[in-house]
């Protein structure tokens, strides 16, 4: 695992929270780069993931390697996500198919990446 100093991991964190933030500041402009996200949860949704991103990644070892031995379960992952797709064609509220969509790509991320693999 990359581990980076302190210094440049707490600037990067700040980086990227400064857009976050200043829309935040100015709803004005929020509402006009983020019109579909509403805007008091989106600066606390990207420091959420910061504060938990040890745990995702602890979880997204665990996950992967679980579906790397169980080959069905990333084809499972590929319907979800082409339903989630089709489901926000027809009009699904984004809040509910898009983490569809994220979920199901990690799940067929093994057996996507298995292919590269082979091929190359």
């Known amino acids: 695992m990359l581990r980076w100093p302190v210094l440049w991991r707490d600037a ?35 420091a959420l993931v910061l504060a938990v991103w040890p745990g995702l990644a602890t979880g997204w070892r665990v996950v992967t390697q679980w579906v790397v031995v169980r080959p069905i379960v990333s084809w499972i992952g590929l319907a979800a996500v082409l339903a989630s797709l089709l489901a926000l064609r027809t009009g699904a509220p984004a809040w509910v198919t898009l983490p569809l969509v994220l979920g199901g790509v990690g799940l067929a991320w093994p057996l996507i990446a298995d292919s590269e693999e082979r091929s190359a």
């Open 12 to 46: 990067g964190a700040l980086l990227a929270l400064a857009p976050a933030i200043g829309l935040a500041l100015v709803p004005v402009t929020a509402e006009y780069w983020l019109p579909t996200v509403s805007w008091p949860w989106w600066p606390g949704l990207s």
